[in-house]
């Protein structure tokens, strides 16, 4: 969902009190939710199943519409095409239902290119031409979708890669893949934008075609004027400093969107702040720092989560809160002050500035605008009293006992 902070870039807009820049970025502020986060998943051990896990699409659309209600900043559901839309184009007529009667909307469309056996050795990166062939095929059917939809964003995550030196040409698959990501930028509409994800790795550990933000934005440029890059959190060496990437990509106005998660080791995929809250504020204070407004106000905020032993509806709800609360904290920062302080060498001065906004408790602050925006002011204390996990633990619960695939 395109944001742009306080709607006027920090450093052009009047000089606002530290209430009502929080005020006003809160306003402005959207996430997009995961229909994937709904649904029950797994580890690579085991799947856990959930008994108010989503068993359907609808259902999916059913949590995250309590989910905007509760926070007033998710109005719409990013979609996985396997998972979400398997009659592919078919499926557009049923999901436009289900935007209406649940009033949040479908957002991000993401092909999956990373389950079928045939991806075994790759997708657009597979030696096998036939097998690259059906791997486009299944992004211009997403890029269809999406279309259909009105959706702006196609979300591209590839999971090739290889396991061992020498077993596969890194090179010759560059080619494959431009090939394959240009002929997506032809397929798309006016509107649409492909994003493109990188990620060190896993599920290769020897080599990942797209490892990284550098190869994705080349990759981005290649393909044309409607391609950005997608910054995944999860998707970094423990010590890059991700608000660095994310200054160079707004910079060059590459910067496409976020998933949003958090880890302690690799790609955990645990709660947005939840290990290192600091990280998403350096982010978010970039991004508030940038005077691009063009490239900051086309910025998809996405939740790239999916839990499995926490409640689905109370993780999610938590994330879109964490992440209010991270996004008013960096709103809080001076930029004007900061600026001088960062030209004249102040170091310490400058240091408190940013990190003080950063310990400043914004919560009686996001009482307050909620209450006024009539938004439950503690909206994980309203999912907990309102019935709503009981009932759909009530109601889902067979279904979910009976189930034997993930992502259902
Ligand atoms: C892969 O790790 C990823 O981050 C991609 O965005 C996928 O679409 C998503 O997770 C769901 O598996
Ligand atoms: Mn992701």
Redo the contacts with the bound molecule.
């Keep these: 969902m395109a944001n742009n902070g306080d709607g006027k870039g920090p450093r052009g807009a009047a000089v606002n009190s530290p209430e009502q820049r929080v005020w006003a970025a809160l306003d402005n502020f959207r996430i997009e939710l ?1 229909s ?1 986060g709904f649904a029950n998943t797994g580890t690579r051990f085991g799947k856990f199943i959930q008994s108010a896990a989503a068993t359907s699409l609808e259902e999916k659309f059913s949590d995250a519409a309590q989910v905007n209600a509760l926070t007033g900043a998710a109005p719409s559901v990013a979609l ?1 095409v396997l998972w979400d839309t398997p009659g592919g184009a078919k499926d557009v007529s049923r999901i436009r239902e289900l935007e209406a009667r649940y009033g949040v909307l479908a957002g991000s469309i ?1 092909p999956n290119l990373f389950q079928d056996a045939e991806y075994k050795f790759g997708s657009i990166c597979n030696p096998d031409a036939g097998v690259r062939k059906q791997a486009l095929d299944h992004i211009l059917q997403s890029v269809e979708i999406g279309k259909l939809l009105g959706d702006r964003d196609i ?1 591209l ?1 590839i ?1 090739d890669g290889s396991n061992y030196p020498g077993t596969q040409s890194i090179s010759r698959r560059i080619g494959w893949m431009q090939d394959v990501f240009a002929a997506t930028h032809a397929a798309l509409g006016t509107n649409q934008r492909m994003l493109i ?1 990188y ?1 060190p790795f ?1 599920p290769a550990f020897y080599h990942t075609d797209i490892a990284d933000w550098g190869m994705a934005l080349e990759l981005s440029r290649n393909a044309g004027p409607k391609a950005r890059v997608l910054v ?1 959190t ?2 970094h060496y423990q010590a890059q400093n991700i608000e660095q990437i994310v200054a160079w990509l707004l910079r060059l106005n590459m910067l496409g969107g976020f ?1 949003f998660n958090d880890r302690k080791y690799a ?1 955990d995929d645990l709660t947005l702040g939840s290990i290192d809250p600091y990280q998403v504020f350096r982010i978010f204070s970039t991004i508030f720092a940038e005077s691009n407004t063009q490239a900051v106000s086309g910025i998809a905020y996405m939740i ?1 989560q ?1 839990h499995n032993l926490k409640g689905k509806m109370e993780a999610m709800v938590q994330t879109v809160v964490a992440a209010q609360e991270l996004y008013a904290k960096a709103a809080l920062v001076d930029q004007a002050q900061l600026a001088g302080l960062q030209d004249s060498c102040q170091l310490v001065e400058a240091e408190e500035c940013f990190r003080g906004a950063f310990w400043e408790d914004v919560r009686p602050m996001l009482r307050a605008w909620r209450q006024a925006r009539g938004i439950p002011a503690d909206p994980l204390k309203a999912l907990r009293e309102g019935g709503y996990v009981e009932r759909i633990t009530a109601d889902r619960k067979q279904r979910n006992a009976s189930s034997v695939s993930t992502y259902a």
Excluded: Q
Aim: hydrophobic share 20%; charged share 35%; net charge negative.
């Design positions: 995961p994937w996985h993401n979300s995550w999971a994800e990620k896993e995944d999860g998707h998933h790609d790239d999916s």
